[in-house]
């Protein structure tokens, strides 16, 4: 029977190793999916999953199991330094970086990848989330709202509202990407 998040959170705080590395190989690749969904950068979302499991190896982490699960604690810790480092200005570098690097190639597969990715990290931050948890992690509504401590309904309207706005900001690249020197294709 495999051990619970919960339970192997309890024995690495008792030191067994063994219980920390088995957790970390549970949970450090979504965790680092999310934060590259989130911000774009490969080197900014491993450094994230790396802090995430730092907080919860410190003595003075903020884990109380009658608040919730172990899983969503995590996610709202990579929550949490994803918006300092987009505070920070990480994403439009990053952005820009990926964008100027799909331009020049002319890879029309990576330019449309690039403005996917572009869109995404425009959406508010809650539409964000949900569609990166529910879309791209291909997690349940009920986990993102575990994860994002909102109601299901909420992570619906969310997701809805974040495809629209896609939606739109791709047909409009479509409509433009059409229009060469002022004459439409």
């Not at 959170?9 to 008792?14: E, G, K, P, S």
């Not at 884990?63 to 330094?81: H, I, S």
């Not at 009920?142 to 969310?158: L, N, Q, W």
Request: charged share 30%.
């Amino acid at each position: 029977m495999q051990r619970t998040d919960e339970d192997l959170y309890r024995l690495m705080r008792l030191g067994d190793r063994a219980a920390f590395a088995e957790l970390y190989e549970r949970r450090e690749p979504g965790l680092y999916r999310y934060a590259l969904h989130m911000t774009g950068s490969s080197a900014a979302a491993e450094e994230i999953a790396h802090d995430v499991f730092i907080q919860l190896a410190s003595a003075v982490n903020r884990f109380d199991a009658a608040r919730g699960a172990l899983e969503g604690w995590m996610f709202g810790v990579a929550r949490n330094l994803v918006r300092v480092f987009r505070r920070k200005g990480g994403v439009e570098e990053a952005v820009d970086r990926r964008v100027d690097h799909d331009i020049l190639g002319g890879l029309i597969e990576d330019e449309n990848l690039a403005a996917l990715r572009t869109a995404v990290s425009e959406l508010p931050e809650a539409y964000r989330d949900a569609v990166v948890l529910c879309d791209l992690e291909e997690r349940s509504y009920e986990e993102a709202a575990a994860i994002m401590d909102c109601p299901i309904g909420t992570v619906r309207s969310r997701l809805h509202r974040a495809r629209g706005l896609l939606a739109a900001k791709m047909r409009k690249r479509t409509e433009s990407a059409q229009v060469v020197g002022g004459v439409a294709r």
